[in-house]
């Protein structure tokens, strides 16, 4: 490819090319350019493609100017840029395989993530005829200055490559690219720049060598390629320049004049046009949860192809689907790599396949909905909240209004849909369960009721005996269980025969047996692995050898691969890429890898005084400007170790990379972090996270520094850079949440705690309100916002302090807006009510937050009459409900002058009527039962027969909105049992405090404080003494 040294070969040009054309695309200048739609960050990758001296200067230029200003352009459409340009670094060690594999496999990875290569080579005068166009007829067509580049013979072309690429025989390593990248696919995203040659007399003479070829074969090829691009190729794709000898440089190169004139801007224009076309900008932003369920598609897809040897398997799982419902999960159980992912994804292809024509009996009207999640495949996929949220929203259960605003009420939402009978028809395939983020909630599972509704099926796979396992095995209702059994042989052997097919290799007889002689080779990613490493071992003579050392073992076997990776694929980078995936919150992008990688200088931890000197001493001498990214060529030597055991998270093709397999993950921690005992082991951790905290803290996209500099910043302790970090507006905005912070809450946990939260917020409030840059409207809006997150905090008095000023900046220096006005008495309101829950009993000490929070509340509602809107509809719905309970206890203290008990009441009657008008309005039943319940509240107070009326009207709409199971019920179960026990129904009062007590342990858990209440009033003698009566009854019966 320009790189290595010319040879004479002697062949016929026009037979080599007769092979090429029959492998060509029919040339089609009419159709359609390719058109990609996204929903979110893109990678762009540019190929370059040029012979390697002669064309130093341009590469310089593309590089260092041209394309950071067209990466600048594309960040600005959220597209990554990565140019592609094997030339940079190439080792001497290299052979012709690697050197081959890796350039085709470059422009692979183009297509890959592009459909069609963004395609730039740049080519010596000759290379394309000067008859292109009339101004071109005078160039001279001087066959010495014709470079083809480097032509491997057919020794250094191994069959497997020419079997891959069945037209490269014969081609430079140039012709290949350019036939790859843009020849035979008739590329309209491939460039071509044309060098005239009359710089060339200019030159000094004892450089001439780096411009012209010695290779006799050069001017037949070179002529016969003119006239394959001439007639391929328009001239919108082809553009000569000029350019005029310089000097030479430090390192003894040819440097030129102009460069950055002659093709900087054909270079930007050209690329900038076709990425804008390819991918054009949209400001429609694809909802978040509909972008997770199109990645998991897409990994689902991927990893259903080939299942082998699992029928067995597969046909229970079916059946548990398809079959007649049961009120338990399946759970599908195994050891790492024992292929439970692929299971799992041809199970939720099977059943979206099936739900699709509608095979799968008792769907109704609307059919089954299919619902799957891989825990690891994409970004935020660990992330329990969010897949809830996403199975709750695909089911139609809540909208965006009603969304559950912590992982708390989630899970009470999800355990409430999936024991309701009247939820939609659903299947939930859930993978490695147990690989969620570590939480009570995801341990306990209390969003997954013991006894599913009928119409609801899940199948979860997860590792034996994990805290999942377990607790689903301890429940009453127990799951379905199921082993992945080891593979039998003939499953092994049909793997391995598919695995190395496809690279057209086979093993033996005696070699295959001595392969699936291993215990391991039971084990699917173990033999996946170990085909690998067979497919990659060049010497076939010692191929026996080979199968014989492979580690029995799957971490034994990974421990091995690391090894020869690190031997054969770039060593310390190598090495330092694992430890930043491994290190990193949610993976990698490719441009941060090779952003950080670049300094290599000081990438890894100093084992020795002398090494670590030698690094500090030379970062000393560097700015981060020396510092450019790592070499395309180095990189691509680790990618391709790497490539089988990393994947980009999702199908988005955003390039964020992260190990395929968890087993990687633990195979890295004992290979570079596990040390010997724990300071030593976090001490190489801490390196690992500073280095990547270094590197995001000048990150500019605020998105993806969010992703990941807290969390490094947190993992080494760092209280001076994450307040900071978290103190800055663009973050406070990113972060905050109008309902609950819960995010941003437990990044300040580990920033100092809630004090220093607030001291922190108030003094950059302080800040703004001396920038003259900075509205007075813009000052109100963060006083509010700010004493929101005070409140999610219970930081209450702080909250009322910041209130108070946005209340004043609205009334004093804003023209108190109506509609703001609103919102900042309501949070007022809010506020108030906020302290009411401290109080345990109702008693006159809460009338000093009681009457506050009834005032601000009728002031917010009297503000809102006449906004339009379902939100604004909504919210006022919800805050007459609120009032109406507030009211409620001021009934029961009496009341005071401004307005008595009786009014209260009356009051109280008026607004719960009004909200429950809204919630029919908007088709909302769920709150229409909880304002039933409210109305049946108000009631008690005054006639209980109708009362109990009321309440079982709304437990009725409760149990068919949300089944039995859910906070509704839960409190209603409650607060009839206080009806009945206030009518002397002691017997009744029991039966719906016990069916409380249901709910609230199974809905809250054994320790929520709502749980240990229900638990002391079942203490209390009086219905202890009824419990033990019925217990004798029973045994006597």
Not at 157 to 176: A, C, D, N, Q, R
Not at 285 to 309: C, I, N, T, W
Request: charged share 30%; net charge negative.
């Amino acid at each position: 490819m320009g790189c290595g040294s010319s040879h004479s070969y002697s062949y016929g040009v026009t037979d080599v090319w007769d092979q090429v054309s029959r492998t060509v695309d029919v040339k089609s200048r009419d159709k359609k350019k390719l058109v990609i739609p996204r929903s979110s960050w893109k990678t762009i990758r540019i190929f370059v493609s040029s012979t390697f001296r002669d064309f130093h200067a341009e590469r310089e230029v593309l590089v260092k100017e041209v394309f950071p200003d067209l990466r600048q352009w594309c960040e600005k459409r959220r597209l990554h840029l990565v140019d592609c340009d094997l030339r940079w670094g190439v080792p001497k060690d290299t052979t012709s395989e690697e050197t081959l594999r890796i350039c085709l496999g470059e422009i692979d990875r183009c297509y890959d993530d592009n459909g069609m290569p963004f395609f730039l080579n740049l080519t010596s005068p000759g290379l394309l005829p000067g008859a292109l166009t009339a101004s071109r007829r005078s160039q001279p067509n001087n066959a010495a200055s014709e470079r083809c580049g480097w032509v491997p013979n057919r020794g250094e072309v191994p069959e497997s490559l020419s079997m891959e690429y069945k037209w490269v025989m014969g081609l430079s390593v140039t012709e290949m690219e350019i036939m790859h990248g843009a020849y035979r696919k008739d590329n309209p995203n491939s460039l071509f720049l044309i060098r005239n040659a009359g710089f060339l007399d200019s030159v000094p003479t004892k450089y001439h060598q780096d411009f012209v070829d010695a290779n006799p074969v050069a001017p037949d090829k070179m002529q016969m390629l003119k006239k394959m691009i001439a007639e391929r190729f328009g001239e919108g794709q082809v553009s000569w320049y000029d350019c005029e000898y310089d000097c030479i440089n430090e390192q003894n190169q040819v440097q030129f004049k102009n460069l950055a004139g002659a093709i900087g801007k054909q270079v930007f224009d050209f690329f900038k046009k076709r990425i804008a076309e390819q991918y054009p900008l949209t400001d429609i932003s694809m909802d978040p949860y509909q972008q997770a369920k199109e990645a998991h598609e897409s990994f689902m897809k991927s990893r259903s192809v080939s299942v082998l040897g699992r029928t067995e398997i597969l046909d229970q799982i079916k059946e548990h689907v398809v079959g007649i419902g049961v009120d338990a999960p399946l759970i599908l159980l195994g050891g790492p790599g024992s292929g439970k992912s692929s299971i799992m994804a041809r199970v939720a292809d099977f059943a979206t396949a099936k739900a699709l024509t509608g095979e799968i009996p008792g769907g109704g009207d609307k059919g089954w909905h299919v619902f799957y999640h891989f825990v690891g495949a994409v970004p935020g996929s660990p992330n329990l909240e969010a897949t809830l949220k996403r199975l709750l929203k695909e089911l139609g259960i809540v909208k965006e209004s009603t969304m559950p605003k912590d992982l708390e009420t989630t899970c009470q939402a999800a355990f409430a849909a999936l024991s309701n009978p009247n939820t939609r028809p659903v299947i939930i395939v859930i993978d490695a369960l147990n690989q969620f983020d570590e939480c009570k909630e995801a341990s306990v599972l209390n969003w997954l009721p013991s006894k599913l509704a009928t119409q609801v099926r899940c199948v979860f796979s997860m590792i034996d005996e994990t805290p999942q396992h377990q607790t689903l095995r301890s429940r009453p209702n127990k799951p379905t269980e199921l082993y992945v059994t080891p593979l039998d042989m003939a499953s092994r052997e049909a793997i391995v025969k598919e695995t190395l097919g496809k690279y057209n290799k086979r093993l033996d007889k005696e070699q295959m047996a001595s392969l699936l002689g291993k215990d391991s080779s039971q084990n699917p990613l173990w033999l996946s692995i170990a085909c690998e490493e067979l497919r990659v071992f060049g010497s076939f003579d010692k191929l026996n050898d080979k199968i014989n050392s492979l580690a029995d073992g799957l971490l034994n076997l990974l421990a091995q691969v690391l090894d020869r990776f690190e031997a054969e694929s770039g060593g310390h980078l190598l090495e330092a890429t694992l430890c930043l995936l491994e290190c990193s919150s949610t993976g990698l992008l490719e441009t941060e890898l090779l952003a950080i990688l670049g300094d290599e200088d000081n990438l890894m931890p100093s084992d020795n005084k002398e090494k670590g000197e030698k690094g500090e001493k030379e970062s000393r001498e560097k700015t981060a400007s020396d510092i450019g990214p790592l070499s395309a060529h180095k990189w691509a030597r680790v990618f391709r170790g790497l490539k089988p055991f990393l994947r980009p998270f999702g199908d988005s093709g955003e390039g964020r990379l992260d190990f395929y397999h968890r087993s990687l993950s633990k195979a890295v921690r004992a290979k570079y972090f596990d040390k010997g005992n724990s300071e030593a082991s976090d001490s190489v951790y801490k390196w690992w996270h500073s280095k990547l905290a270094d590197y995001f803290e000048g990150v500019k996209s605020l998105e993806r520094k969010a992703e990941e500099y807290p969390h490094h910043l947190i993992k080494i302790e760092d209280k001076i850079r994450l307040p900071r970090f978290l103190t800055e507006w663009p973050v406070f905005h990113l972060f905050f949440n109008e309902e609950f912070s819960a995010e941003m809450l437990s990044f300040w946990r580990s920033a100092g705690g809630m004090d220093v939260m607030e001291k922190s917020y108030t003094n950059s409030l302080k800040n703004m309100e001396v920038d003259s840059i900075v509205s007075k409207e813009d000052l109100a809006l963060h006083y509010e916002k700010v004493a929101r997150l005070l409140m999610q905090a219970s930081q209450l008095t702080g909250s009322f302090a910041l209130l108070e000023e946005a209340i004043r900046l609205e009334e004093r220096e804003l023209g108190a807006r109506q509609d703001r006005m609103m919102e900042l008495t309501d949070l007022a309101a809010s506020m108030h009510n906020e302290r009411l829950t401290l109080h345990d009993w109702i008693t006159q000490a809460m009338m000093a937050d009681l009457k506050p929070s009834i005032e601000y509340r009728r002031k917010s509602l009297k503000l809102g009459e006449g906004l339009t809107g379902e939100r604004n509809r909504f919210k006022r719905a919800f805050s007459l409900m609120k009032l109406t309970f507030n009211l409620k206890t001021w009934y029961v203290l009496n009341g005071d002058n401004s307005m008595s008990g009786e009014e209260g009441m009356e009051l109280g009657f008026d607004s719960i009527k009004e909200a429950k008008a809204i919630f029919e309005e908007l088709g909302d039943k769920g709150h229409v039962s909880e304002c039933l319940m409210n109305e049946g509240l108000l009631i008690g107070e005054t006639d209980q027969e109708r009362a109990k009326k009321v309440y079982k009207e709304a437990l009725d709409l409760c149990l068919q909105v949300f089944g039995e199971m859910s906070v509704l019920s839960s409190r209603l179960f409650t607060n009839t049992a206080i009806l009945y026990e206030e009518c002397g129904m002691k017997e009744d009062a029991y039966d719906y405090f016990m069916r409380a007590k249901k709910v609230k342990v199974e809905v809250f858990g054994e320790d929520h404080p709502q749980t240990k209440r229900v638990l002391r009033v079942l203490e209390e003698p009086m219905y202890n003494n009824i419990a033990m009566r019925r217990k004798r009854e029973e045994t006597k019966t």
